[in-house]
């Protein structure tokens, strides 16, 4: 080892370009094709994180997505901060900007660390326990401190910059992992006609390959053969490959979900490049070969920077060349460690000892140490290790005589087996079953078109896997394979040791901070089921879910709870397979594509003229049209005030609209209205009021009948699509044998609504072909012509007591007969009104809004509209329902008026109703206010509410109590404002 | 995501042109005025909500706009057959027989 290089761990010299990196703002040198973390080790830098509850300090574990420990926050500028990156899966680039995370004022100064100290206070289920009570502490003293004392990553605090693509993709065979299995696979299935996919998370395709140094396949060496696969598949043109690109999640009929990484490895990802690409594919079979993940040993102290598993060290050494330290000491109970022990020691490195759980291991591994005199102690442990912020000595242990002895070292290996990852099988709700043979789960039945094939079948080794990957895609190449053999290993519940177990830190969950004893706590605190103890544990529930700690925490607690493995059974795994963007997953749809929003065709003249807006369903609808500075209060009077007296024009435009037409369209109607339809004459309109089944008020809306077998029916603005379903369900399941067609009209028809004395002089002078006069126009009627020359559908109705016409025009041309209206209507003042001031108006009319004053449990009666329910027709839906004795019963809540004692004081929408303000609390709430608005017309304020029993409270006082006051209120009737409808009759 | 056969349509779809629209097979009383609050009950809101084979009716929303009924098993999430809104509910026999979920 040379100090003055820049990478003294770095072994082969691989002549790519040195590039420079920032952590934690000091700039190390890496070479292009590491990871962050290949190149802080060969810098020799371990400590690269805190771990979550203790603040305790880490280092790598793994070499890939199964990292739990070195955590960090990748660091692109504003709004491009991504935490909880793995240091094993970050590709470097020039320039590259990380920090390490949980940890204040730095990593080796962090405060938080007192939680290890004290940590005896914080055990399983600890916060369960401890912050029960009182309620006041949680909120004041208890969670701050959680939330700034554990935890990862920091949220970014800038909108995020960046674009993020997706796509949909269809395939034959969809290959997930491109190591010796998927590879094999793949080459099969390229000889097929299949479209094939074929994925992997790293960025160069070869799995375990590119940590195998020394096999070789058909006599090539593994870059050659490599290269050579690589090729041949990228010939093909019936392959795809995805590399970079994370399998996340697997769904219903082989639909799996894609992350592919785009620009996170490059130096210059550009703002608007996609950064990454959500593939949604459906594939008529899926391939697994995610291979299988190494099992950490449970010993005391197993967590310290430096001590990793035997598979990332060998890892580090082929593919980064890269030495994890050059005293290099090894724990293992599975042969597969001796590789990476043999593969250092031929590197240059020295391993000072095998600690090997097992009484005895092969001959064959014997002697291979013995060749290269490594030292194995069989039958031993680690029962201590040493060092702050790496290990530098481990304390050996051997039970039989019960001696210990110290070992100087700079990295400990451990493998403890391994488990075959089964996160996507497990998706898919295919069973999994306990295999004896490598004490781990496999698959089991499977519940889709779907296999696994090697290492994640609990297949090992490089000749099986290829063998095993051709014959599942078809194939029948048989491979020629010079390999190290993966041998086998032991599972051990627990390690010797002669510390007293309270006093000791084994780690099983890394990333949760969770140790042996906490689960032997768990389950002596009566925890016995794997997903209860989990729960308490949070074992498993970190970002890694798991992958290295389940089947450690279901080994230890399947001896705390004296059961069988395969009875303790496995906890459920979820998608996504490793942590996902939130960008990924939302894709297109941020900032103004977030959601769909519906524009009327006369929407772009409001916003010209300075129209406020808000959302109705997904609908934006102009709330007022403010003058120069005027508030709301102050436009919605004006606006009120000038269609009153004069004139006001609305854009009534998103009221849904169905066309309902056949020879049994009447028949149909009787049964979806509770009132009747078949006296309504041609060219008269009605209010038709909709329940449901339940006799709940569901819609309501004005119908005009237009021919004898032709209604124009409208809905409210947000319930036209579920009247559509409602009708078409009752047609197609209930009454089939109805002649009637059902089609949505309302983007059809652009609706423009005139209201105020002088709407007929207005409209007059453009009208052809309809007699306007009263007599002949009476309101409720409907009639057909032209305005400015246009078909339209002139409705005389009102929502706002005043003379109203609705003027119906096909949607292209609303924008243009609104302007030419507005034009025309200078003369007459008119102005511009919102759905405030049409609110308003409404609610001075005792007009209901469904959904506003009626919530799902409003009868008819209750809402005091029996006049609107057929008492003759035989059959209606809701009819029934309305007979019902707790319908009938008396104490519902009814719908009224409410006037303020002080009519100065307007009540808060949903403000609780009580008929004895001094009651204690909790004091009895007799009804809630639905709809409150100051009312200009009337000079006061005026509300709406439901309230218990409330048709024979009229004349009586109630309260609202509110925060500092309690208001009083008059029950009325809630018609406001020109109670006997005079106002329709203007000459 | 399913793919939901439409026996309107005659294809398998994606779920995304579906919705869901509850148990199949339950007929809307006739003789609703002569039946007992209790048996209208019944009707308006107990449900199976089966472990198992459950027959349920789907509305191909954002396609040829049809309500039909299909089998499906709520245990493993598979959808053993689809019929047109009408036919009657299928024999434990038939259903076995077009099984390949167990
Ligand atoms: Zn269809």
């Known amino acids: 080892m040379t100090t003055d290089q820049p990478n003294p761990y770095r072994l082969s010299d691989s002549g790519t370009r040195q590039i420079s990196f920032t952590f934690d703002g000091k700039t190390y040198q890496g070479r292009e094709g590491d990871t962050l973390a290949s190149a802080l080790l060969a810098n020799g830098v371990h400590l690269m994180g805190r771990s979550f509850k203790y603040h305790r300090p880490r280092g790598v574990l793994g070499s890939g997505s199964e990292e739990p420990n070195a955590l960090v926050s990748f660091d692109r500028g504003a709004g491009r901060v991504t935490p909880n990156v793995r240091a094993t899966t970050l590709e470097l680039y020039d320039g590259l900007v990380a920090n390490s995370q949980n940890r204040w004022p730095s990593l080796k100064r962090d405060v938080g660390a007192f939680n290890n100290t004290f940590s005896m206070f914080f055990p399983a289920g600890f916060y369960n326990k401890t912050f029960m009570w009182p309620r006041s502490f949680w909120d004041k003293v208890y969670e701050p401190f959680i939330r700034s004392m554990a935890g990862l990553g920091l949220a970014p605090t800038k909108p995020d910059p960046d674009v993020y693509a997706s796509t949909y993709g269809h395939c034959d065979t969809l290959i997930v992992g491109a190591g010796p299995a998927g590879l094999a696979a793949a080459l099969a299935a390229s000889k097929t006609d299949n479209r094939v996919i074929l994925v992997d998370e790293n960025p160069a395709l070869g799995g375990s390959l590119l940590s195998s140094e020394k096999a070789s396949i058909d006599g090539a060496s593994i870059t050659d053969w490599l290269a050579q696969t690589e090729q041949a598949l990228r010939q093909a043109k019936n392959v795809t490959i995805l590399t970079r690109t994370t399998a996340i999640g697997y769904y219903h009929d082989n639909f799996i979900a894609l992350a592919e990484r785009l620009t996170d490895h490059l130096a210059d990802a550009e703002i608007g490049q996609s950064r990454e690409r959500l593939h949604r594919i459906r594939s008529d079979k899926v391939i697994l070969a995610q291979g299988a993940i190494e099992r950490p040993l449970v010993f005391h102290g197993n967590d310290l920077p430096g001590i990793m598993l035997a598979s990332a060290a060998q890892t580090f050494l082929n593919r980064y060349g890269t030495a994890v330290g050059y005293e290099v000491a090894v724990f293992t109970s599975h042969d597969s460690a001796y590789g990476a022990a043999f593969d250092l020691h031929d590197a240059g490195v020295h391993v000072p000892v095998i600690i090997e759980a097992r009484t005895d291991i092969d001959a064959d591994l014997r002697d291979s140490a013995a060749a290269r005199g490594i030292e194995i102690v069989l039958a031993a442990a680690v029962s201590n290790c040493f060092g702050k912020w790496r290990i530098n000595a481990l304390e050996l242990y051997t039970p039989i005589n019960g001696k210990t002895r110290r070992i100087k070292c700079d990295a400990l290996l451990m493998c403890g087996g391994w488990t075959p990852s089964l996160h996507l099988w497990s998706h898919s709700k295919s069973s999994i079953k306990w295999d004896d043979k490598i004490d781990a789960f496999v698959p089991g039945k499977a519940n889709e078109n779907a296999s696994c094939v090697g290492a994640c079948n609990g297949d090992f080794g490089l000749q099986t896997a290829l063998e095993a990957g051709g014959r599942v895609a078809g194939g029948e190449a048989t491979y020629t394979v010079s390999e190290v053999p993966f041998g086998r290993g032991e599972t051990f519940r627990s390690l010797p040791n002669y510390k007293d177990v309270s006093k000791q830190k084994a780690f099983v969950d890394f990333q949760n901070d969770a140790t042996e004893k906490d689960i032997s706590l768990a389950v002596r605190e009566g925890f016995s089921s794997i997903e209860h103890v989990k729960r308490y544990t949070t074992i498993g529930m970190a970002t890694d879910q798991g992958k290295t700690s389940n089947l450690n925490a279901m080994q230890i607690a399947s001896v705390a709870v004296k059961k069988s493995v395969q009875e303790v059974g496995l906890t459920t795994f979820r998608p996504p397979y490793t942590p996902t963007t939130f960008g990924a997953l939302a894709g297109y749809r941020s900032g103004d594509l977030f959601e769909v929003e519906r524009k009327t065709s006369i929407d772009s003249w409001a916003a010209e003229n300075d129209a406020v807006f808000e959302p109705v369903s997904i609908w934006r609808r102009a709330r007022y049209f403010p003058n120069g500075s005027e508030d709301m209060h102050a436009a919605v009077a004006r606006e009120c005030k000038a269609t009153r007296t004069s004139l006001g024009i609305f854009d009534a435009s998103t009221l849904g609209k169905i066309e309902i037409v056949g020879p049994d369209a009447a028949k149909f109607m009787n049964l979806m209205y509770t009132n009747p339809w078949a006296k309504l004459a041609v060219g008269r309109c009605r209010y038709g009021l909709m329940l449901r089944e339940d006799g709940y008020i569901y819609d309501d809306g004005v119908v005009g009948r237009m021919a004898e077998d032709r209604f124009h029916v409208t809905t409210t603005t947000g319930g036209a699509p579920r009247v559509f379903r409602h009708m078409e369900d009752y047609l197609q399941s209930e009454f089939p044998e109805l002649d009637v067609w059902l089609t949505s009209t309302t983007e059809q028809w652009a609706v423009i609504a005139l209201n105020g004395p002088n709407a007929r002089k207005l409209i007059a002078p453009f009208i052809d072909g309809i007699d306007l006069s009263p007599d002949a126009f009476p309101h409720m009627a409907v009639r057909e012509g032209k305005i400015f020359g246009i078909e339209t559908r002139l409705f005389r109705v009102s929502f706002s007591g005043e003379l109203g016409f609705e003027v119906n025009v096909p949607a292209h041309y609303g924008r243009a007969v609104w302007e030419a209206l507005f034009e025309a209507g200078a003369e007459y003042g008119i102005v511009p009104y919102g759905t405030e001031a049409m609110h308003v108006l409404r609610a001075e009319k005792g007009f209901i809004i469904v959904g506003q004053d009626t919530d799902g449990t409003v009868t008819p009666q209750d809402a005091g509209m029996s006049w609107a329910v057929s008492k003759k027709k035989k059959d209606f839906v809701g009819k029934r329902s309305l007979m019902r004795s707790d319908i009938v019963a008396n104490g519902r809540r009814q719908l009224v008026g409410l006037l303020t004692v002080d009519p100065n004081v307007v009540l808060e929408e949903g403000a609780q109703i009580v008929a004895d303000p001094d009651q204690p609390i909790p004091m009895d709430m007799i009804g809630h206010v639905t709809s409150s608005y100051w009312s200009e017309t009337l000079g006061r304020s005026i509300a709406m509410a439901v309230v218990k029993g409330g048709f024979d409270l009229e004349g009586k006082t109630i309260f609202v109590p509110m925060p500092g006051t309690t208001h009083s209120a008059k029950v009325c009737n809630p018609v406001f404002y020109d109670p006997d409808g005079e106002r329709l009759n203007v000459g | ?102």
């Open chain 2, 1 to 102: 995501m399913f793919l939901i056969h439409c026996p309107y349509c005659d294809e398998d779809r994606p779920e995304i042109e579906f919705s869901y629209a509850g148990e199949a097979h339950i007929a809307r009383p006739q003789n609703a005025d002569a039946i007992s609050d209790a048996e209208w009950s019944e009707y308006l809101f107990i449900r199976e909500n089966k472990r198992g084979i459950h027959c349920e009716r789907w509305w191909h929303t954002n396609g040829c706009n049809r309500f039909f009924n299909a089998v499906r098993n709520t245990v493993t999430d598979k959808f053993i057959m689809t019929y047109e809104m009408g036919e009657p509910r299928p024999t434990p026999e038939e259903i076995e027989a077009a099984r390949d979920d167990d």
